[in-house]
């Protein structure tokens, strides 16, 4: 999860990323595991992960150019000593009782991404591998256990993307025969695009990215941000049976959505000591946990943030600190029972997470945020993830998304009647059946508007970048092992994220501006009308350094602690080496047209299989 942006020499095409996948909220970076050698962790570690955020895009940070695992950053000097002070008073760490050794390169610094093994806010992570792999009884193996996802869900999707006719390349290689090219004119041609009709990103609801005059931009688009929003309410609906089941001791086989997301409901209501009546509180159900509610609140603010401007804060401070404290204080675990009485901000966090939970907690009749967003809770796992959807799944997955996404209106509006206040991008808006495109869209850089008021750039009113959601996800992993945990994003999205280099802050040898194509996001001149011009590039610049420095002092104690080597045994297992000579050898023996017993016994395996499949459609 590269926290910082390596530079770029230009910007891929957003029509060839899917959205709606699985990679961009849970990524692992590599498909092989990490070997480290020549220091006290020698040996080879589970396959590293993204852990924080200080870029927007969801693609992939390079670490070639760099084989410690770092990147080029963009911090100040300031922090790049406060950074370095830290890291060396961690430099070297006790391995035994009476031998010290360095930590190995791989963590020193800023790194691209975490590594199980190393760092300490993975260890529940390892311990849950390990433990699986026993439980499996394959604790013995020579192998490395990991946790590993595809690339793409149930409702992953490309739609093709609006450009303008005449000024795309792939028209020439569409179609041999021109009668199917009907109605794919505008559109650009990917061989594996989605159809419009088992989408569930749908117009004119969601517009699809497209790039037809000079003052589009390909990157103000509401498709990333409504797949994390998808992803944290799939999040949502697994905290909800997870504590149902441990409430109610019932098998997970035996599937009660609507019981499963009223239940989560009323554990929220809970925390937050919502009264029944005049003076009864709501009681936490037996079996559940408050903290399974404090990180529920903190996926359900990653859904509908607290703001939407850049450098601001998406969580609410009492959400955001929460889970920690509940390991420094006894007694009253409620959310008033964390915070009041104790200083007068802290009071006013309070208050604020409470006012923004009534916005939920209001009747269907009231405009209640959380019945907009029940029924996708309840179809997603009524669903479970599966695979086998027919095009009436697919339909009402996408009504119960929309009907999820309009739902920001009534956290927007005060009372649930009167239309959403200044400075909300909803402002002015009657009902949540009246929000279009623009309202969704972000805007990707400020500028003057066209009646003189100048136009502050934001992100979108539902979700966040996949690099914060990823950073939110670390960190609600890490408060556990790691002290001093603030679950917090500051919103950091604009051209620094795809392109640090682009910065217009940064001048000549001689003192003076670079030139206009230097400054531009995508590496070209001209870009004004979809990029701004160099003044308010420069504002945003400004926003962007400081929301970089805010979130990399938000995970900080992610990177600084590391944990102890494990036995020379666990970390010899899975040699890299080995492996890539039996890889050598597998080729080798393919060219040869040459099978290995182990080859033999799964095309045996998959016969068998394949005939028990061709007897039960029988």
């Not at 969801?58 to 000097?77: F, M």
């Not at 209106?409 to 239309?419: N, T």
């Not at 206040?421 to 402002?427: D, G, I, Y």
């Not at 805010?550 to 900080?556: F, P």
């Amino acid at each position: 999860m590269g926290m910082l942006r390596t530079e770029l020499g230009g910007v891929g095409g957003t029509e060839l990323r899917l959205v709606l996948v699985l990679v961009l909220v849970v990524q692992l970076q590599q498909l092989s595991n990490i070997e480290l050698q020549q220091d006290c962790q020698h040996g080879t570690q589970q396959t590293s992960l993204r852990h924080s955020s200080s870029m927007s895009s969801c693609a992939d940070p390079s670490c070639i150019t760099c084989r410690r695992n770092h990147g080029k950053l963009l911090l100040d000097q300031v922090q790049v000593d406060e950074w370095c002070a830290a890291f060396a008073e961690k430099h070297y760490m006790a391995v035994s009782d009476t031998e010290y050794a360095a930590i190995p390169r791989e963590v020193r610094g800023v790194p691209h991404l975490t590594i199980p093994g190393l760092h300490s806010y993975l260890d529940t992570y390892t311990a849950a591998m390990e433990r699986t792999s026993e439980w499996l009884g394959r604790g013995s193996e020579p192998a490395v256990p990991n946790l590993q996802c595809l690339p793409f869900g149930p409702y992953s999707e490309r739609l093709p993307t609006h450009v303008a006719e005449g000024a795309t390349l792939t028209s020439a290689a569409r179609f041999r025969n021109p009668s199917d090219a009907l109605g794919a004119d505008g559109r650009a041609f990917q061989v594996d695009s989605t159809l419009a009709e088992v989408s569930i990103l749908r117009e004119p609801f969601l517009s699809r990215p497209g790039v037809t005059a000079p003052s589009d931009n390909p990157f103000g688009q509401a498709q990333f941000y409504v797949t994390t929003f998808f992803g944290a309410a799939a999040t949502l609906a697994q905290l909800a049976r997870s504590e149902y089941l441990c409430h109610t001791g019932t098998s997970a086989s035996v599937s009660q959505p609507r019981e499963e997301v009223a239940f989560l409901r009323q554990l929220l209501r809970s925390f937050h000591n919502v009264t029944t009546t005049s003076t009864t509180p709501c009681k936490l159900p037996l079996g559940a946990t408050y903290r399974t509610a404090a990180e529920a609140c903190v996926v359900l603010n990653a859904m509908y943030p607290k703001d939407v401007l850049i450098n601001s804060p998406v969580i609410h401070e009492a959400y955001a600190r929460a889970p920690a404290r509940m390991h420094t204080t006894a007694g009253d675990q409620t959310l008033p029972g964390l915070f009041a009485g104790n200083n007068a901000q802290e009071d006013e966090w309070l208050m604020e997470a409470q006012e923004y939970w009534t916005r939920f907690d209001r009747s269907a009749a009231e405009r209640g945020a959380w019945c907009e967003l029940a029924p996708l809770l309840e179809l997603l796992l009524e669903r479970d993830g599966t695979f086998d959807n027919s095009v009436a799944d697919i339909d009402a997955m996408a009504a119960a998304l929309e009907r999820a996404i309009r739902g920001v209106w009534c956290v927007h509006s005060e009372d649930g009647a009167r239309a959403p206040l200044e400075p909300s991008p909803l402002a002015g808006v009657r009902s949540p059946t009246m929000i279009m495109p623009e309202h969704l869209n972000p805007v990707f850089v400020g500028r003057d508007g066209e009646d003189g008021n100048y136009v502050h750039a934001r992100g979108s009113v539902i979700g966040l970048m996949p690099m914060g959601w990823q950073q939110l996800l670390a960190l609600l992993m890490g408060y556990d092992c790691v002290s001093d945990v603030v679950i917090q994003y500051k919103r950091n999205e604009g051209q620094l994220c795809y392109r640090a280099s682009s910065a217009p802050d940064i001048l000549t040898q001689g003192g003076k501006d670079r030139t206009s194509k230097a400054c531009s996001c995508i590496g070209v001149d001209g870009d004004e009308a979809a990029f701004g011009t160099r003044k308010d590039k420069l504002i945003m610049c400004k926003l962007q350094r400081a929301a970089f420095a805010a979130n990399l002092d938000l995970v900080k104690p992610l990177c600084l602690n590391i944990s102890k080597p494990e036995t020379k045994k666990r970390r010899g297992r899975g040699c890299r080496v080995a492996i890539e000579y039996m890889k050598e050898k597998r080729i080798a023996y393919s060219k040869a047209h040459t099978h290995t017993q182990q080859e033999l016994d799964a095309s045996k395996l998959f016969a068998e299989c394949a005939a028990q499949v061709v007897t039960r459609g029988e």
